[in-house]
């Protein structure tokens, strides 16, 4: 029977159909609360905790705590939030569903039902992160990269198969129907959902940071690591503290020419700015009222850009206009929209209507058409500047952002062995991909129509340049060929290369060979433009040292200038067939993309491709064959290997080793990444990986990516902080002063100079337990769950840093590794930490407490020893739970197997 907890179980109607809520106004009064102050995105929230009381994971004193939430308070509670469903990407959720089927083999072993092992949410997982770009410019692209990625992925396909006969919940969305947050805003989500004639709002987690794109209609979600999204899967509330709620007013209207990627950009910009880490972000006013859903999408997306742990829309008339424009059912809608008005939750409010922590207000008429670069999303320059700012930064040294080369190196040309001459500041790979801008069709026709008028005016995109479209969803093809406009973005080779998350994350494919050799041999700074959300060094490419997102229109305007050093405000874009054009000639007017913009919601369009899904799902899929039964029979692999995480697995925890003599693995500066940290991009052969896979018989053509092979954590360990830009401040600065790049550490006390991954091999051999010291914003960029599962494969027992990015922090206490944080203006650079001192951790000997201090004692070569305090961040009770069981997943599966 459903709990009548506060006298909240109402009666509402869709229609003429009667049907219950849990009534957030209802609770109001009986709290003596006014609900309608809060925040629309705690009142989602509040509505699950409400209605998933149990008395035991959730409490009527969680009820109470979050109905009483106030704009400045101090934040010590936790929230446990039941979401409604789960949504993984192929990369984190092929080594998720490896672990829970390491979870049934486990079961089995102890005589168990393997299916008490089974997702109690549903769960999707939609493969788009596979396919590269090896062929594009051409027609047969998508084709012969679909093939590649089939021929590649076979084995991880065979995986994902069994996992959809295996578990009752889990669906999978074949490859080639588009990018994960497209497709889940376009098909996943349905509005609303219900049980036993309850309705409830839809909310979830999923293992893409960029999961937040869905905020754009009005659903609370985010972004977790593949860590607590199986716990999330498997009945856990997904614990967080409770947030402060920055309010964003927007008001005015965007200046014709300007895009949602140049507001999105200017909005990272501004509120990282503002610091808004761990917090929601809600946007307010008549300005948000006026965006589109794709264009708040678009803002929702970046959110783990701008650091929020949301960037949230509420649900209004336009989320409907948007549901019918992409093929909901007439029910679906009505009971959407009656939903949230029964809730008093409908329309965007204005400021002053909410109580926010903070309110900052931006005037959309400021905006400007902007890029954001070299090598981080918040650093926006104005399309006037971009030429100025390449030209400052290739000089300045690379603590301040810059490329450390000689001046009058900037214009000095280069013959490459095939006969291409190139320049630093050439664009060699041109994207128009990733999931902020492919689910906007203003964008994509902008695009369209640019490409229609370059053309026309005889301008071409030079050969080298690497030029690719993979849309984030088939329907995108479709309004792009309605228009007539796919032909000629054709002309000038963004032909569609693959449907999936491709340059963006670091599946541009390879450049030429002499390319990569002219780069190499001559330092060049080379670049690459993309309609993407990230430009972390390393990730789009190796050997392209500056990457730029832009707009797609922006995106095919640098492809046809060919370098960054052409200001298209005051140079010309090329030469056409009657001389000089101009980026004002061929740029599209707001009124040309309005009026095209019908053809890009068509229900029937929509409601045909998705249906797809399961009928039609392209004969590729129809022909991989999976093993059936409900444990994996883990046949030997190169991709898939069952996960260590459960060796010497008991129902109880064994007591934590304390941390005493341990050794420096790596030191690192700020901003270190988890593209940093974790393996992405190509494997290469010299690597620790790569000598793996060699002696496991797989030929260097077949190594595929990090990526693909993130089910077998052979490989994944061998690539943990094996990043070709990493900077390990370890190792001594080379002589011209610049930092040695490139996974490696000193071993001590010998100080041999080794790959990090034997050094701590080595260490692991001889007993020894290592720690990581870190700068500011430790662990930034995408929620991956490897970048922690890593870390801990190599015996790193804490971290120590000067912050750390929210969704790492909890990895790192999700897989039993300590989070400890440097107080005051502590850094390892202040204390003189260099890697070859001895370090002990004490004061969690007696029991552990959320947040409390933690002393770190520095045994240095001279004899001296220092002990400094720092804050440990564990940050709940829950995770202090997590860490003693030795990481969430045996905490899980001990709950499992106990009921």
């Not at 672990?99 to 039902?113: C, E, F, Y």
Request: with cysteine; net charge negative.
């Amino acid at each position: 029977m459903p709990h009548n907890t506060f006298n909240t179980l109402q009666k509402f109607k869709i229609g003429n159909k009667s049907c219950q809520f849990y009534s957030l106004p209802a609770l109001g009064k009986a709290l003596g609360i006014d609900v309608q102050r809060l925040p629309v995105s705690i009142r989602v929230v509040l509505e699950s905790v409400l209605r998933n009381c149990d008395g035991q994971k959730v409490t009527e004193d969680h009820i109470r705590q979050l109905a009483g939430w106030q704009a400045n308070a101090r934040r010590e509670d936790e929230i446990p939030f039941v979401v409604a469903r789960v949504v993984l990407q192929d990369f984190t959720g092929v080594p998720l569903l490896a672990d829970i089927a390491a979870m049934r083999s486990v079961a089995a072993k102890m005589g168990q039902d393997p299916k008490r092992i089974e997702p109690l949410v549903p769960v999707d997982l939609v493969v788009d992160h596979s396919v590269m770009i090896d062929y594009f410019g051409t027609k047969n692209a998508l084709d012969l990269n679909m093939k590649l990625e089939f021929k590649r992925n076979q084995e991880r396909y065979q995986f994902m198969k069994w996992g959809m006969q295996a578990f009752d919940t889990f669906g999978v969305v074949p490859p080639g129907f588009g990018i994960v947050h497209q497709v889940n805003l376009e098909y996943l989500a349905r509005g609303v959902h219900q049980k036993d004639n309850i309705y409830y709002p839809d909310s979830l987690v999923g293992t893409d940071s960029h999961t937040t794109m869905i905020n754009g209609i009005g659903v609370v979600g985010w972004g977790v690591g593949g860590i607590e999204a199986e716990a999330g899967m498997l009945g856990q509330p997904v614990y967080f503290l409770t947030p402060d709620v920055v309010g964003v007013e927007l008001k005015g209207q965007l200046r014709g020419g300007v895009t949602a990627t140049d507001l999105v950009l200017t909005i990272t910009e501004m509120l990282r700015r503002e610091k808004v880490v761990g917090k929601f972000v809600e946007f307010c006013g008549e300005g948000t009222a006026s965006l589109s859903v794709a264009e708040r999408a678009t803002i929702g997306n970046m959110a783990p850009e701008y650091g929020a742990t949301m960037g949230f829309f509420p649900v209004d008339a336009r989320t409907i206009e948007y549901f019918k424009g992409t093929g909901r059912t007439r029910d679906e809608i009505a009971a959407f929209e009656a939903y949230f008005k029964a809730q008093q939750m409908f329309g965007v409010p204005n400021a002053g209507d909410i109580n926010y922590t903070k309110v900052l207000t931006l005037d959309l008429s400021t905006v400007a058409p902007s890029l954001a670069g070299p090598k981080r999303p918040q650093d926006r320059i104005e399309i006037g500047h971009v030429k100025n700012t390449f030209v400052d930064l290739f000089s300045k040294p690379t603590s301040e952002n810059g490329f450390n080369q000689p001046a009058e190196k900037l214009d000095q040309a280069y013959t490459t062995s095939a006969g291409t001459q190139i320049k630093n500041g050439d664009i060699l790979i041109a994207a128009i991909t990733s999931c902020t801008n492919t689910s906007n069709p203003s964008v994509l026709l902008a695009a369209g129509l640019l490409a229609k008028k370059a053309v026309e005016a005889g301008l071409k995109v030079p050969k080298h340049i690497k030029t690719s479209l993979a849309p984030g969803s088939r329907v995108v093809t479709e309004y792009l060929s309605k228009t007539g406009l796919l032909p000629y973005l054709e002309k000038l080779g963004f032909d569609v290369a693959a449907y999936g998350c491709t340059t963006c994350i670091g599946n541009a494919g390879d450049l030429t060979a002499d390319l990569n050799e002219a780069i190499v041999d001559h330092d060049l700074v080379c670049a690459a433009v993309l309609s993407g959300n990230r430009n972390f060094e390393a990730r789009i490419h190796p050997n392209i040292k500056a990457n730029f997102l832009a707009s797609p229109p922006l995106v095919v305007a640098y492809a046809l200038a060919g370098t960054m050093l052409r200001d298209l405000m005051t140079e010309p874009v090329g030469r056409g067939k009657n001389g000089d054009v101009w980026l004002g000639d061929i740029w599209p007017s707001t009124e040309e993309v309005q009026a095209l913009i019908k053809h890009a919601l068509d229900p029937k369009a929509f409601q045909e491709n998705y249906g797809q899904v399961k009928t039609n799902p392209g004969k590729l899929w129809e022909n991989i064959k999976g093993v059936t039964g409900d444990t994996y029979n883990w046949p030997e692999s190169t991709y898939i290997a069952e996960p260590p995480f459960f060796e010497d697995f008991g129902m109880e925890p064994k007591p934590m080793p304390p941390i005493n003599g341990a050794r420096a693995l790596g030191i690192f500066g700020d901003s270190v990444t988890t593209d940093h940290i974790s393996p992405a991009g190509a494997i290469k052969e010299t690597s620790p990986a790569g000598k793996w896979l060699k002696e496991h018989g797989v030929m260097k053509a077949d190594f595929n990516s990090y990526g693909s092979r993130r089910g077998n954590h052979e490989i994944m360990m061998r690539g943990t902080f094996a990043n070709v830009r990493i900077k390990n401040l370890m190792i001594p600065p080379l002589p011209d002063g610049s930092r040695y790049e490139g996974g490696d550490t000193l071993f001590q006390p010998t100080g041999e100079q080794m790959s990090i991954y034997d050094a701590a091999m080595k260490y692991q051999a001889q007993g020894t337990p290592t720690v990581v010291f870190g700068g500011e914003e430790y662990g930034t960029g995408s929620s991956r769950d490897w970048a922690a599962k890593g870390t801990q494969l190599l015996g790193v027992k804490a971290v120590v840093a000067r912050s750390f990015e929210r969704i790492h922090r909890s990895n790192l206490v999700g897989m039993g590794v300590l989070p400890l944080q440097f107080k005051g203006d502590d850094s390892a650079e202040s204390l003189g930490i260099t890697g070859q001192e001895v370090y002990d951790i004490s004061g969690l000997e007696n029991g552990i407490r959320p947040m409390q201090d933690v002393t770190l004692s520095i045994r240095r070569a001279d004899g001296s020893r220092q002990d400094v305090q720092v804050l440990l961040r564990i940050d709940t009770p829950i995770e202090v739970e997590y860490y003693v069981h030795g990481g969430i997943l045996p905490f899980v599966l001990r709950q499992l197997l106990a009921a």
